[in-house]
């Protein structure tokens, strides 16, 4: 009996050091603070630096070269003439920032290469305000938006702390439900037509934005779809990183 009661001691005397150890390994995926996705998807197939300046800007001749990874955007957009700040963005051959300058119209342009991708932001430079990026597909037929996919906040604090931004760059059934309601779809239909055209869905975000706006335009025959980075508020450098993952 003293030998059972023993065994039964040792037991609950394991048991409850293995619950005090759990969220000692527990370890998260990401977390805050110095979190560079380099660590968890190697190196980034595409760097891009989004510089926020003064809203009386004027920039200088090199910065119009198309080969740079860089963009010039108000700091303040509030202060800006333009209220309106969009990074137009579609799909090409190539990774290029085809218009850096934003302090002309309102507007910048970036192309991205083949693929699917994860993307993260970071906020570098002195501790400053935060920066807001949100992701819109866009009716250009009608000239307006049409459908709000995420966004994306960040803000450098001590030390960078990158925030996964994969969101804005696939849309979720929840985000697609009113259009796919309007034209007789369901979620597990378009999932299907993803699939015998032989595209890639995210497992956790949804249908790449361009296979969307794509199926968008089959729908609808005749209506222009495009995608854009809405800048709600800057700072003075936003990085971006992309990373292929098909």
């Given at each position: 009996m003293l030998g059972i009661l023993r065994k039964v001691l040792f037991a609950a005397a394991l048991t409850c050091i293995f619950l005090v150890a759990?969220?000692?390994?527990?370890?998260?995926?990401?977390?805050?603070?110095?979190n560079n996705p380099n660590k968890l998807w190697g190196a980034q197939t595409y760097l891009l630096n989004i510089l926020g300046k003064k809203s009386d800007w004027k920039g200088d001749p090199s910065y119009e070269s198309t080969d740079r990874r860089t963009m010039f955007v108000p700091e303040n957009v509030k202060e800006?003439?333009?209220?309106?700040c969009k990074i137009w963005v579609k799909q090409g051959p190539e990774f290029a920032v085809l218009d850096p300058n934003m302090f002309d119209d309102g507007h910048c342009n970036l192309t991205i290469g083949p693929g699917y991708y994860e993307v993260y932001f970071v906020a570098l430079g002195k501790p400053g305000p935060e920066a807001k990026l949100e992701g819109w597909i866009y009716n250009a037929t009608e000239?307006?938006?049409?459908?709000f996919i995420g966004d994306v906040t960040v803000r450098h604090n001590k030390r960078p702390d990158w925030r996964r931004g994969t969101g804005i760059l696939y849309v979720s059934g929840d985000e697609a439900g009113g259009i796919l309601a309007a034209v007789?779809?369901?979620?597990?239909?378009?999932?299907?037509?993803?699939?015998a055209q032989g595209l890639f869905v995210h497992p956790e975000f949804g249908v790449w934005v361009f296979d969307f706006i794509r199926w968008l335009e089959e729908v609808y025959p005749g209506t222009e779809y495009l995608y854009l980075w809405k800048l709600v508020s800057g700072c003075k450098h936003i990085q971006v990183r992309f990373y292929k993952i098909g």
């Open positions: 759990m969220p000692l390994i527990a370890v998260p995926v990401q977390g805050g603070g110095n800006f003439g333009f209220t309106d000239n307006a938006y049409l459908l007789g779809w369901t979620w597990e239909q378009l999932l299907a037509w993803c699939a």
